[in-house]
């Protein structure tokens, strides 16, 4: 569910995150998805996954950059432009290894 207000994800992760950090590039399986767990710079749960969408369509060119089966960092300067903004939030409460809570 997309919510119009939410900012976009090229600030405020990175405020709320404590800086830059890796996600899925944009229009396949795991399209927009960035899992904090495992990014050490982050303040943010442990168990959060959230998963960014652009509001613009890429051009060609554009779409070289940040689409398919790669790593973005949250600061690449097309997602600005782009308009990228965070459309879904999950907080996981159990560690999917251990079975403890986060």
């Known amino acids: 569910m997309f919510c119009p207000r939410t900012p976009p994800a090229s600030g405020a992760a990175r405020r709320s995150g404590g800086g830059p950090f ?10 927009g998805l960035a899992s904090l767990r495992d990014n050490s710079g982050t303040k943010l749960p442990r168990g959060l996954i959230i998963a960014l969408a652009p509001q613009e369509t890429p051009t060609p060119a554009e779409e070289q950059q940040v689409l398919g089966d790669r790593l973005i960092g949250s600061d ?25 809570v986060n």
Not at 22 to 31: E, K, N, S, T
Not at 85 to 90: H, K, L
Request: contains cysteine; aromatic residues 14%.
């Open 22 to 31: 890796p996600f899925c590039g944009f229009a396949w399986q795991y399209g």
């Open 76 to 100: 690449h300067p097309l997602l600005a432009k782009l308009d990228v903004r965070i459309g879904v939030i999950i907080l996981n409460f159990r560690d999917r290894v251990s079975g403890r």
